[in-house]
């Protein structure tokens, strides 16, 4: 079965760190885009990085700019999401996904348009909170 997982949410205060982990089974992320999206409650889906993972090419949402970092590591077939400094707007369900196109990516990045990626995980959860 082809999917993506996610991992490492959690709730953590203002200022501190999590990393994210997107693994992929039954394919390999090479050659794919490998996006993160967050969606918070009552908010519409908002994109915040990507990566190629072929050639690492890299994308940050400005939101995120300056405080979150995407990597990939081909050995594990994972993608991270390192966020720094995390902020109490930062909360919502992080969802990653993978599609074969980094136009398509950004796209849906963007909220262009309404085509899909080919790949979602189920999510977790990030709460920022005291």
């Known amino acids: 079965q082809l999917q993506l997982v996610e991992s490492g949410g959690g709730l953590v205060q203002p200022g501190g760190s999590l990393r994210l982990s997107c693994g992929a089974s039954?394919?390999?992320?090479?050659?794919?885009?490998v996006g993160w999206f967050r969606q918070a409650p009552g908010k519409e889906r908002e994109g915040v990085s990507c990566?190629?993972?072929?050639?690492?090419?890299?994308y940050i949402g400005d939101s995120v700019k300056g405080r979150f970092t995407i990597s990939r590591d081909n050995a594990k077939n994972t993608v991270y999401l390192q966020m720094n400094n995390l902020k109490p707007e930062d909360t919502g369900v992080y969802y990653c996904?993978?599609?074969?196109?980094?136009?398509?990516?950004?796209?849906?990045?963007?909220?262009?348009?309404?085509?899909?990626?080919?790949?979602w995980g189920k999510g977790t959860l990030v709460t920022v909170s005291s």
């Open positions: 990566i190629n993972f072929s050639d690492g090419k890299t």
């Open positions: 996904a993978a599609d074969l196109s980094w136009v398509a990516t950004m796209n849906v990045m963007r909220g262009v348009g309404r085509a899909g990626m080919d790949y």
């Open positions: 039954g394919f390999t992320l090479d050659p794919y885009v």
